[in-house]
C-alpha cells in the first residue's frame, strides 16, 4: 500500500527549486546557458566548480554525463 501525501511532496518540489535556483543564477551570471532544468539536475554548456559536485556528498549535484552535443526535441510537458 503506498501513501500519498500532497504537503509532503509540494515541500520537496519547493525545496528542491529553492536549492537550484542559486546554481542556475550562478551559470547565468557567468554567461552560461541552461538547455534543461527540473528541480534535481541542469543541463548547461558550461562547466560547474568542483564545489558544487560530488558523488556522495548530500545536497550537491553528482556530474553524470558531459556531452558534444544534444538534441532536445520539446520542453517539458505535463
Do not use: Q
Not at 518540489?13 to 547565468?28: M, S, V
Not at 541542469?42 to 560547474?48: A, P
Not at 548530500?58 to 510537458?77: C, S, Y
Request: net charge neutral.
Amino acid at each position: 500500500m503506498s501513501v500519498r501525501s500532497v504537503p509532503i511532496s509540494a515541500a520537496v518540489y519547493a525545496y528542491g527549486r529553492i536549492h537550484i535556483t542559486p546554481i542556475k543564477l550562478d551559470i547565468f551570471n557567468r554567461r552560461g546557458s541552461i538547455y534543461y532544468s527540473d528541480t534535481d539536475s541542469i543541463v548547461t554548456d558550461m562547466k560547474l566548480p568542483d564545489n558544487m559536485i560530488s558523488n556522495n556528498e548530500i545536497g550537491k549535484l553528482k556530474l553524470e554525463h558531459e556531452v558534444e552535443t544534444a538534441i532536445f526535441i520539446t520542453g517539458k510537458t505535463y
